[in-house]
């Protein structure tokens, strides 16, 4: 009688449940990412990220391309808020990178509110992704990639940042980092060209991350240097960032070159009307200003926000700006980082591609760490301050957002170094992936996101609408605020009435303001706004006195001064 022969698996069917595994890791983590955190800040979305002040004003500003696109306002740099002053896009970021997003969104028909949400949904979303993809065309495996994304994306840093959403959009980090890497290593200048390209992309999204990611570019440049002392040769990625068939003669390759230039001509002509605004206006940040926001050790362990670790800094209550200074990275992720930085520098395969830009990237973590960090009085920044237009960047501590894209491949590194080089058996290997992604995305689920109802919006609104009466086609709207509330929430409130309406007003925010800008007391002349303006610019009487004929003032709560009460 023949024996019947045992079935073993062959080698097919072990790396495809090998797939199948990386994949469920992948989808698990996404969706940890969106149901953990997305879900959760925007309420099920009947919520918006943030609270009513940034949150708002960034709403003003995208509406206001939107408004611009369609060819409701006519001018691009001139929003009519403190009104009758010029430029005032320029007094903070413009969002012409991702406002195109928005403004797609309100042609699908979506309301503002809504719209917004949606921006902010599918930058958090793009982060991820874009990281995810960059990091599998730099050689990591699928989970790996699906590990060092959710860093990127929804490390505590990042998540720290949602009342900030005009930092959300960094999407082109990745990029710009791989084409720069691959540039570095290969000398092509094909990757020059991306580089370029995606370094200008940030810049439109975000001017403070732009930056910074320049920083990162630099510090980049300084760790191959390093690298480089007694180096034959660096080692090609195994799977190639850019073809080497793409070159700059090819049709691609010139289509890639002029879309490089038309981004930095647009990039520098942003840049230059920034710093002409800044020069016509006076603007200056006092260097106490940023250093009050340089990352501190103790920044490092902030976490004020997450439920599971926000007890970690709470000791810590001597460093100022506390609220920008949220740079704990998550217990999850910092293990994972210390396991690939230690693998990173303890690994004996030096050549081995994906360890070798794990040492470029744990270099250049390092030199933007310690080139930000304020030790007393004393920082090396201090230095770089002295640079003009860098002292313009006052929130160094943000810079927290594109180091996370360090971090993020030392984290690819290490865990693929548990899935490939270890003698675990398969079994083994598995257990620790999935314990790993549990230990990553537990954090995102014990964040307490600050986020404000999204009828909070509209009700603020409607009461204004109730108070304010007619609103001529011609008026220029004026509100002025109640005691109990932060000026800010007034002039945001008034943005938003004129600029549904399709009407100039008096009433602004931005990250700048204009000179002699007063609070929008109702103590005070409604005239001194306008006066502030002609003592800058100049007005003809009869002008001023049809400004004033068309003022329509909207007081919330009289005038109330002290001897009122005696």
Known sequence: MSSVPSIQPTASLKQAALNVLQVFVLCGIFAAAVFGYLMNTSGWLTMIPGDLGDAR?????????YQWVKGVVPKLWSPRFFFPFENTLAFSDSHF?????????????????????????????????????????????????????????????????????QLVYRFAIPLAVAAWYRFLTAREAASAIQTIIWVC???????????????????????????????KSEPRLRAPW??????????KGLFAALGAILLLVVVLFTLRRYQHVAGEYGFTRPLSELFSMLPRLGSYLLADQSGLTGS???SLTDIPMRHEQQMFIGVGAGLLLIIGLVRTWTSKT?????????????????LLVLVTLCVGDWSVYAWLAQVPGVSSIRAVSRIALVMLFPAAVLVAFGIDWVSRSTSLPNYGKTACLLIAAVVLTTESFYYQPHHTPMQS????QDQLGERSGAVGKDAVLFVTQPKAEPFFMTEIDAMIYAQNRHIPTLNGYSGNT?????????????????????????????????LVDNLHVVTLEPCSKPDDKK
């Open 457 to 460: 919006w509209r009700a603020r």
């Open 242 to 251: 850019f073809a080497d068939r793409t070159q700059l003669r090819s049709l």
């Open 350 to 366: 030096q050549q081995f591609a994906e360890c070798y830009l794990a040492r470029v990237m744990s270099i250049s973590l390092v």
């Open 312 to 314: 970690l800094g709470r």
């Open 57 to 65: 004003f960034n709403s003003v500003i995208l509406e206001h391309l």
């Open 514 to 546: 204009p000179p002699r800008y007063t609070y929008p007391d109702p103590c005070l002349p409604v005239e001194m706004r306008i006066d502030s303006y002609i003592a800058l610019r100049g007005m003809s009487p009869a002008k001023r006195q049809h």
């Open 97 to 165: 990178g991702s406002g195109w997003f928005y403004v797609a969104f309100r042609f699908l028909g979506l309301p503002r509110e809504e719209a917004y949400l949606g921006w902010f949904l599918l930058g958090a979303v793009l982060n991820f992704w874009v990281c995810w993809y960059v990091l599998r065309r730099l050689g990591f495996s699928v989970s790996a990639s699906a590990f060092g994304a959710f860093v990127f994306a929804f490390a505590l840093p990042a998540l720290h940042k949602e009342n900030h959403a």
């Open 201 to 231: 992309m940030q810049f439109l999204c975000s001017i403070y991350v732009g930056v910074f990611l320049a920083y990162l570019l630099i510090a980049m440049l300084l760790a191959q240097l390093l690298l480089s002392i007694g180096q």
